[in-house]
């Protein structure tokens, strides 16, 4: 099992819509919650991170934590073409806040 | 303004050849990370500093070497003991909360 999963998609959805993004993870120990995202040829942008169970809202993104069922997702409200990228979710290992562990990511193409 | 840059963008090198990656960082982060990245990957954590003169292995080492005799400076070097070299190289520093930021990276390319 890997310890942290990414369905790698693509996953599409039309412009407007919400797009739901998953990841799950191993760790129970996991304290902090990270997602990326990464345009092709280009590298990761820290999108948003999470650390308490429920969610947290920034503008047209949410994150959302439940560690009893260690799954993390991010939902990305009224897409947009330019949200078109791999997302990568990102947990921190728990013997150390400093290394944190990647997702393979999961490529969301916002159609038109 | 405040960021990390990597030098240079594009690298091509033989095979046998050590070579060395650039990273500097101005957002006074103690923490700075290598990564590498293959096509279709995660990322994968090479080494890893959480202050001046002190650094750690990540998960792929072997092959890598790496100081930081500055707070704002981590070079890796990529020896010729690294078996598949070829990869995008990313670097990142972080504040003590944890979010890891990343610079633009390096795409090497060994043949």
């Known amino acids: 099992q890997k310890e942290v999963e990414q369905n790698s998609g693509p996953l599409s959805v039309p412009e407007g819509a919400i797009a739901s993004l998953n990841c799950t993870y191993s760790?129970?120990?996991?304290?902090?919650f990270f997602w990326y995202r990464q345009y092709s040829g280009k590298s990761p942008e820290l999108i948003m991170f999470?650390?308490?169970?429920g969610d947290k809202e920034d503008g047209r993104f949410t994150a959302q934590l439940n560690k009893a069922s260690q799954y993390v997702s991010l939902l990305i409200r009224d897409s947009q073409p330019s949200d078109s990228a791999t997302y990568l979710c990102a947990v921190n290992r728990w013997d150390s806040s400093y290394k944190l562990i990647f997702g393979s990511g999961t490529r969301l193409l916002v159609r038109p | 303004d405040g960021g990390i840059t990597q030098s240079p963008k594009y690298l091509f090198r033989k095979e046998g050849q050590n070579v060395t990656l650039s990273c500097e960082q101005n957002l006074n982060h103690d923490a700075m990370y290598w990564y590498r990245q293959d096509p279709g990957q995660g990322l994968r954590l090479i080494y890893y500093?959480?202050?001046?003169?002190?650094?750690q292995k990540g998960d792929i080492a072997e092959g890598y070497s790496v100081s930081r005799e500055k707070k704002e400076s981590f070079p890796l070097t990529v020896t010729s003991a690294q078996k598949n070299p070829t990869a995008f190289y990313l670097c990142a520093s972080s504040p003590p909360e944890g979010e890891q930021y990343f610079g633009p990276g390096t795409r090497l390319t060994v043949t």
């Open positions: 999470i650390y308490s169970n």
């Open positions: 500093s959480q202050i001046v003169n002190d650094f």
């Open positions: 760790d129970r120990g996991s304290q902090s």
